[in-house]
C-alpha cells in the first residue's frame, strides 16, 4: 500500500475549536503545545505545525470572537518543543509579506539546527493594508505582487542556507532582485537536513503555481474524493515545468475526523460537535464574512437574508476576503432552499471541513482510500479539542494504519525531510 503521511494542526483561529467542551483547555500555555506535540510523536506524525496571525482581527469594530488573544510567536514557541520531542517536525506558519529574508532564514536555520534537522516554513502572503498598519511598510503591496515577493523570499533564503559549503566554510552571498538587494555574510551554518522543508498553503491558481515551483508540501482543502483527484492531478501536473518529479511534492489536506464505536454513534458525535462549533453568534459571524453587512437583527434560527451582499464592505477585518461574495451567497441560498435550511443550518452545512466520521476501521480505510486514490499523500488533522483532540486517533486509528502498512510504525531516521521522504537540497554554492 501507499505510505500515508500525517501532521496535526494546533487549533485556534479558527471556527473548528469547540470552547465549551468541559476538556477544552488554554489555548496559550505552553503545556497544551507541549501535549499536542507529543500526542504527534507518539503517532509518528511526520509534523507538528503552527498556523499564525500578525494582527487580531475585527468585527464590525470590535476583536473578533474567535479569535485567541496572547499567543505565542510560532517559532519561539517550536524552539521550546524541540527540547521535549526527538524526532517530530516542527512547522511555523511565517508571513512572507512583512518580513525580511536574511532575518527569517537566519531563525528558521537555528531552529533546524537546535532540532537536529526538523524545521519547517509554512510560507503564507498577506496584501492587506489592515494587517500591514503594523509594520512600517504599511499596506503598499500591491495583491497582485504578493506571490511574486513570496517567491523571490523563498529563493533569496535558500541562497542563504546555500552560502555556507557542506564542509563548513561561510561564504558571501549576494542577491539582487526586484523585491531585494541584499549582500553580506549569512551567520548561520548550512542546516541538519541542507534547508528546512518548504509547505505552502493555498488553492488559488497563483498557490498552485507557488508551490510546484518551490514547496516541498502543499496544505490544501477540499470536499470530496473527486475534488481531491482533481486538485492533486493538477498541481502535480506542473511540477515537471520546474524540472520536479511527482514525489518531490507532498499533497497534504487539513482534515477533521470525528470517531465512535460504530459509524453511528460516530455520526451522532460530529452532529453534536458541528452545532458546537456553529453556534447561533457563530452562524451570524459566518454569515456576515459572507454577506459584508451587520445582519445581528436576524434570527439565526430563521431564513437568510433576501438582500444582497455587499462586495466593497470593510466589515470583517484581517480575515480573509471572499473571493465572490455574490456567488457564495447564491450558493447558500441554493443549498438553504433546497433544504429548507435556516441560517444556522446552512452554515454547518456550507462550512464543514472535509471530514472523516465513523469507527476507527471505517476511518483508517478511508484515509487509506483518499490515499490510494491520489486524491492526497497524507493529511494535516485539525482536532477540534485543546489539547487532546489527538488522543483518540493515535490510540484508535494509527495502530490500524500501521497493521495494514499504510503507515510507520517507527521513524526510520531523524529529520522531516527523511520523514517526508524528500532528498537533502543539491548545495549550489
Known amino acids: ?114 532540532s537536529e534537522g526538523r524545521a519547517a516554513w509554512n510560507v503564507v502572503t498577506s496584501s492587506d493594508a489592515f494587517t500591514g498598519e503594523n509594520f512600517r511598510r504599511g499596506g503598499y503591496l500591491d495583491r497582485a505582487d504578493r506571490y511574486t515577493r513570496a517567491a523571490e523570499f523563498v529563493a533569496t533564503a535558500r541562497e542563504l542556507w546555500d552560502s555556507w559549503a557542506p564542509d563548513g566554510t561561510p561564504r558571501p552571498f549576494a542577491h539582487t532582485g526586484r523585491h531585494f538587494d541584499i549582500s553580506g555574510e549569512f551567520t548561520v551554518p548550512r542546516s541538519p537536513q541542507g534547508h528546512p522543508v518548504v509547505i505552502q498553503a493555498g488553492d488559488s491558481d497563483e498557490g498552485r503555481e507557488f508551490a510546484a515551483s518551490a514547496a516541498d508540501v502543499i496544505f490544501t482543502r477540499h470536499g470530496t474524493l473527486e475534488a481531491g483527484q482533481a486538485f492533486y492531478a493538477d498541481v502535480k501536473a506542473r511540477l515537471a515545468k520546474y524540472g520536479r518529479r511527482p514525489g518531490d511534492l507532498t499533497i497534504m489536506p487539513g482534515v477533521t475526523v470525528v470517531l465512535g464505536d460504530t459509524d453511528a454513534e460516530a ?34 434560527d430563521g431564513p437568510l437574508p433576501d438582500i444582497d451582499p455587499d462586495p466593497e464592505s470593510d466589515l470583517v477585518q484581517g480575515r480573509v476576503k471572499v473571493a465572490d461574495p455574490l456567488a457564495v451567497a447564491a450558493k447558500w441560498r441554493a443549498l438553504s432552499e433546497a433544504k429548507g435550511l435556516s441560517i444556522r443550518q446552512t452554515v454547518v452545512e456550507a462550512t464543514a471541513r472535509q471530514s472523516f466520521i465513523g469507527s476507527p476501521r471505517t476511518v483508517a480505510g478511508e484515509l487509506e482510500a483518499f490515499v490510494e486514490a491520489e486524491a492526497a499523500d497524507g493529511f494535516i488533522l485539525v482536532p477540534h479539542l485543546t489539547p487532546g483532540g489527538l488522543d483518540d486517533f493515535v490510540d484508535r486509528v494509527v495502530p490500524l494504519l500501521q497493521e495494514r502498512g499504510s503507515f510507520r510504525s517507527e521513524y526510520t531516521g531523524t529529520t522531516l525531510r527523511s520523514h517526508l521522504g524528500h532528498a537533502e537540497p543539491v548545495w549550489k554554492g
Open 267 to 300: 455520526q451522532e458525535n460530529a452532529t453534536e460537535i458541528r452545532h458546537l462549533q456553529v453556534s447561533p453568534q457563530n452562524a451570524l459571524l459566518a454569515l456576515e464574512q459572507v454577506w459584508g453587512r451587520d445582519l445581528s437583527s436576524y434570527d439565526p
Open 1 to 114: 500500500m501507499k505510505q500515508m503521511h500525517l501532521a496535526a494542526h494546533f487549533p485556534g483561529v479558527n471556527s473548528t475549536t469547540v470552547w465549551a467542551d468541559p476538556r477544552s483547555g488554554s489555548q496559550i500555555d505552553f503545556a497544551s503545545f507541549e501535549h499536542l506535540a507529543r500526542t504527534a510523536e507518539r503517532g509518528k506524525f511526520d509534523f507538528f505545525f503552527l498556523a499564525e496571525g500578525l494582527r487580531l482581527r475585527e468585527h464590525n469594530g470590535r476583536i473578533h470572537d474567535l479569535d485567541v488573544v496572547g499567543r505565542p510567536e510560532s517559532l519561539t514557541l517550536l524552539n521550546a518543543l524541540a527540547a521535549v520531542t526527538d524526532r517530530l517536525g516542527l512547522a511555523a506558519t511565517v508571513n512572507a509579506t512583512f518580513n525580511e529574508p536574511y532575518e527569517l532564514a537566519r531563525r528558521l536555520a537555528t531552529l533546524d539546527h537546535l
